[in-house]
C-alpha cells in the first residue's frame, strides 16, 4: 500500500532486476517507472549493486531521479531479515567485499539446496539454477525457475510451497550475518539502513531492538501491507523515530507481486532520508 499521493512526486524505493531476482534489465525497469509517473526510485537488487550503471543512464535519460539502493540478507534467531540500504558509496570497498562474500554463500546455499531436492529424487543440477541467474546475485526464485522449466512444478509459487519455503524441505537458510552487522556496514559506506517489509517478520517486537543496533528506517509501505499493517508500521516508526520509506518489491513478469508504482511515498519522505544522511555523515569508507 502506498502511502497519500503528494503534488511533487512519488517515489518507488524497491525494485529488482535482471541482476538478482527480476526478469527486467535496469533500462526497462526506468522505463516503467517512467510510465508509471514516478519522480524518484532506488534498484534495490540483493546483495549486489552492479546494475546501477545501466539503470542510471536510463534514469538520466529520463528525467528520473535514481537513488543507490541495494537489499541486503541476514538472520535473526533463525528468521530471514533483509535490509535496505539507500544513498550508498558505490565504490566502498569493504561493502563491495562483503557483498562478494555474500553472493559466494548464495552459490553454496544453491548447491545444498540441490542436493536436497536430488535427495527427493528431483533430477536437477547446480548449473541449470546458476546458468538462470547469469552474472547476477543468484537465490531461491532461480531454484523455482529451475524447477519449473524441468516440469516438477507449474508455478514457482508451487516451487515455494512444495520444496524451497521456509519450511520446506529443500530449504536451505540464507545469510548468517546478523543484521547489526549489516546495518553497520552499511552505515559505513555513507547509506541508511532501513528494515524490508516488516510483515515478513512475523515480530514487530524486532524493530525497536534492531532500532537499538543502528536501525534508521522501516518499510512502512509496501506491496503487502494492507491499511492495518501500514497503520501500525507507521505507528511504530513515529514511536520509534524511524524514517519512513517505501515501495513495491517489483521482481517484473510472470512472479508473484506487484507491478511498479503499486506501493510508494510522497517524495518528501525522499528529502527526509537526504536530510538524514547529510545531518549524519560521521563515517567515512575507508
Known amino acids: ?39 524518484a526510485i532506488a534498484i534495490t537488487d540483493h546483495d549486489i549493486l552492479d546494475g546501477y550503471p545501466e539503470a542510471a543512464a536510463a534514469a538520466q535519460e529520463r ?30 570497498q569493504p561493502l563491495q567485499r562483503l557483498l562478494a562474500e555474500q553472493r559466494q554463500r548464495r552459490v553454496a546455499r544453491i548447491h545444498d539446496m540441490v542436493s536436497r531436492l536430488q535427495q527427493l529424487g528431483l533430477q536437477l543440477e547446480p ?6 541467474a547469469g552474472q547476477g546475485s543468484v537465490g531461491r526464485p532461480h531454484v523455482a525457475q529451475a524447477l519449473v522449466k524441468r516440469g516438477y512444478v507449474a508455478t514457482e509459487k508451487e516451487a515455494f510451497n512444495r520444496y524451497i519455503g521456509n519450511n520446506g524441505p529443500a530449504f536451505i537458510p540464507g545469510s548468517p550475518l546478523a543484521p547489526s552487522l549489516v546495518m553497520d556496514m552499511i552505515h559505513q559506506a555513507g547509506g541508511i539502513p532501513v528494515l524490508a517489509h516488516p510483515i515478513y517478520l512475523k515480530n514487530d517486537g524486532l524493530i525497536a531492538q ?25 505507528r511504530i516508526a513515529e514511536e520509534l523515530g ?10 517484473g513478469r510472470g512472479k508473484e507481486g506487484a507491478e511498479i508504482g503499486a ?5 518528501s519522505l525522499v528529502d527526509l532520508l537526504k536530510q538524514w544522511k547529510s545531518a549524519h555523515r560521521t563515517r567515512s569508507c575507508a
Not at 127 to 132: C, N
Open 1 to 39: 500500500m502506498s502511502a497519500a499521493r503528494a503534488p511533487e512526486g512519488n517515489a518507488d524505493l524497491h525494485l529488482h532486476t535482471v541482476y538478482s531476482d527480476g526478469t527486467e534489465t535496469p533500462t526497462r525497469v526506468v522505463e516503467l517507472a517512467q510510465a508509471a509517473g514516478l519522480r
Open 63 to 92: 528525467g528520473i531521479e535514481l537513488i543507490p539502493g541495494i537489499e541486503m540478507s541476514a538472520s535473526w534467531d533463525g528468521c530471514e531479515v533483509h535490509v535496505l540500504g539507500f544513498f550508498l558509496e558505490l565504490q566502498c
Open 127 to 132: 548449473e541449470d539454477v546458476l546458468a538462470s
Open 210 to 234: 534492531f532500532a537499538r543496533n543502528g536501525l534508521v528506517g522501516l518499510e512502512v509501505y509496501h506491496s503487502s501491507h494492507q491499511a492495518e499493517a501500514v497503520q501500525r508500521y507507521e
Open 242 to 251: 524511524l524514517l519512513k520509506t517505501g515501495g513495491s518489491d517489483f521482481h
Open 263 to 267: 506501493a510508494t511515498i510522497p517524495y
